[in-house]
């Protein structure tokens, strides 16, 4: 399993969760990019950016129950799910703009969250697959040491 597919299941496990975001376009992403022709590239590069983005912040909204990041999270999975080029993913995202500028306000997180929220902001800059790869990498290394205890008192 690759890193990207491995972090979509570790951020994504409630059922409903798997059954809404997790869908064939989010889990067949990282395929459809290495397989893709020289002209597809960069829109399969976006669809993997936006499952990589999509996975950091439902892991950032589970940490600190974070409103912001939900609604930014449904953002990215619309325009994952809706968008056939890359055009169409920017003006998806960019009528949401607003929600992106509130994404850092009254956000207190912990040291993971803050660790997930670099990730999300070097994700947002990535212009490599490569790049996205060891993002996902990384990620997952996070992930895997999560502590959601805080968030269950």
Do not use: C, W
Not at 110 to 121: D, H, K, M, P, R
């Amino acid at each position: 399993m690759t890193p990207y597919e491995q972090l979509l299941h570790l951020a994504f496990t409630a059922p409903n969760d798997v059954k809404y975001y997790l869908t064939p376009t989010t889990l067949q992403a990282y395929d459809q990019l290495r397989i893709a022709k020289p002209a597809e590239r960069p829109f399969r590069f976006e669809q993997v950016r936006l499952g990589v983005a999509m996975s950091l912040l439902k892991l950032v909204s589970e940490l600190g129950d974070h409103d912001e990041s939900r609604q930014v999270l449904d953002v990215l999975h619309r325009a994952l799910s809706e968008a056939r080029s890359p055009e169409a993913i920017d003006r998806i995202v960019g009528r949401e703009a607003k929600l992106f500028d509130r994404l850092y306000e009254n956000l207190y997180v912990n040291e993971q969250g803050e660790e997930l929220l670099n990730l999300f902001g070097r994700t947002l800059d990535a212009d490599a697959p490569e790049l996205l790869e060891d993002i996902a990498q990384e990620a997952v290394d996070v992930a895997r040491t999560l502590d959601f205890s805080d968030n269950e008192e």
